[in-house]
Each structure stands twice: as C-alpha cells, then as structure tokens.
C-alpha cells in the first residue's frame, strides 16, 4: 500500500491508496499515528481520503476505530471520504460507518472540517 | 476448471499468495471482478484468524483453500489441522455499540457471515472445516425472468 499526505492550511489529509490488509494494517497505523501527533503543533482536523483504497479487511477498520478514538481524546477532528464501493460495504456492514464520521467527498470533508487549532 | 485448491503453512506471509490464488480463479472463470474482493476478504479473515488463534504456540498448521463454481453459486473451503475450533461460535461484536465501547477484535468472522449467503463449520476427521458459499443468480439469453 502506498500513502501519501497533502497539508491545507490546518487540516492533513491521509490519501491510502490500494489494499489496506493484514500485511499493510500496522505501517498505516503508524502513519496515522504520527499524523494525529503531529509535527511540532498537531492538526485541527485529520482527513482520510479513501478514494484510491480498494480494499479493506477487519485489520484495516480496527486501525480506523483506535485512530478515531485517538483523535477524540486528543481533540482532533477525525473523518473518512470518498470510500470506493467495496471499502463502503465493509463500512456499513461492520457498523464503523455509524461510528465513524464518512463524508461523500474530500471537498465536504473539508467544508466541515475545524478552521481553528484543536 | 470448477474448482482450485492450494496447501499453505499458517503463517500471515502466505496472504498474498492466497490473494491471488482467489484472483487467478477468477480470471480463469470469467467472473466479474468486483466479487472477488468479498472471496479474498473472507479468504483474508478465515486464514488469519487461523494463523492468530488455531496454531498451538509453536507449531505451524497446513491451511487447505478449496474454490468451486458450481450451476448455484460460488463455494469456497478452508480446512487446518489444528485442535476444533469453530470460530461460528463466537459471539457477533455489538454493532449499536458506541465509538468508546465498541470491541476492536471479533469483526472478521461477523463480515464474512455478513458477505457471504451461507457459511458452515464441520469438524472432519482432525480438521476444521470451514465452507463458505455466495450464491450467483443468472439469467440465460433465451429464458427472460418472470
């Protein structure tokens, strides 16, 4: 799995793009994790963009929920977008997508995303 | 060719090759792309779930994964050999469940049952046997449903 990053203004924005799997799930995590702490000042607001994943298996989504849970306790505002039909399955039937905030596209994401430091 | 089988060891770095065993099926049965991502999902869950849990510390088992096209639908096994397990038996995660209180483990098996349109657990001789079955629903050129 590849991953990149874009930074607009306070929000960051996590692009995964291919399968998030088993063998992927830790290296994401990390990434995650090292995104919510930040460099120097943490961001208000982190974006997963998922419109470049393919695939998600329970150890991908179990990364989504302690990133989200993370983000809370650290004040971060914390949503997913543009999950591809397959990744949305996953989503609605696990539940994660009632518990996890899932916007259509990265322009809404962005739209509600915080414009003050968390 | 209706049905494909393949033998690994129990170990997390075998997954790719049981990812494309699922694709090479697919390709060679002419099925619509897309499906094969709920057979290598289920095939992902089952075979990790094995590997994390089924093996006595220590010890590798021997995963057989069987695919068969059959008139009804598509039928994938997974057996090991390692002591009964039945992972049907473990309690659904509570999907209601708040963000705080919501279990991080258990969502693998409570996916494929959601996924798949039937799924089985038999213990045969000294294996577990998990068969799982997607059922395709085809309608020929000449025959027009009701």
Redesign the interface.
């Known amino acids: 799995m590849n991953i990149r990053f874009e930074t607009l203004a306070l929000t960051t924005v996590v692009i995964p793009e291919g399968r998030l ?3 992927a799930a830790a290296g994401f995590q990390r990434h995650v994790e090292e995104v919510l702490a930040g460099a120097g000042t943490a961001p208000a607001a982190v974006i997963i963009d998922c419109n470049a994943l ?2 998600v ?3 991908g ?2 990364v989504f ?2 990133a ?2 993370a983000a ?1 306790r650290a004040g971060i505002s914390f949503a997913l977008c543009a999950l591809t ?2 990744v949305r ?2 989503f609605d ?3 994660f997508s ?3 905030s899932v916007h259509a596209d990265r322009a809404t994401a962005v739209a509600q995303a915080p414009q003050t430091p968390a | 060719m209706n049905e494909r089988r393949t033998t690994v060891p129990s170990d997390p770095a075998q997954l790719p090759a049981l990812m494309q065993f699922v694709q090479e099926f697919w390709s060679a049965a002419d099925l619509p792309p897309a499906q094969a991502l709920t057979f290598e999902l289920a095939l992902e869950e089952v075979f990790m779930n094995v590997v994390m849990h089924g093996a006595p510390a220590g010890t590798a088992l021997r995963i057989e994964v069987s695919l068969r096209l059959t008139d009804s639908g598509l039928t994938m096994s997974v057996e090991d050999d390692g002591p009964e397990f039945n992972p049907l038996s473990l309690p659904p995660p509570d999907i209601s469940a708040s963000l705080g209180e919501r279990a991080v483990g258990g969502q693998g098996v409570f996916l494929v049952r959601q996924m798949m349109d039937a799924v089985n657990y038999q213990r045969v001789g000294v294996r577990n046997q998990l068969t799982m079955t997607k059922y395709i629903i085809r309608f020929s050129g000449d025959r027009l449903p009701a």
């Open positions: 799997d088993f063998g393919d695939y298996s329970s150890a989504l179990r929920l302690l989200t849970r809370q039909p397959a399955e996953v039937l696990s539940g009632r518990i996890i």
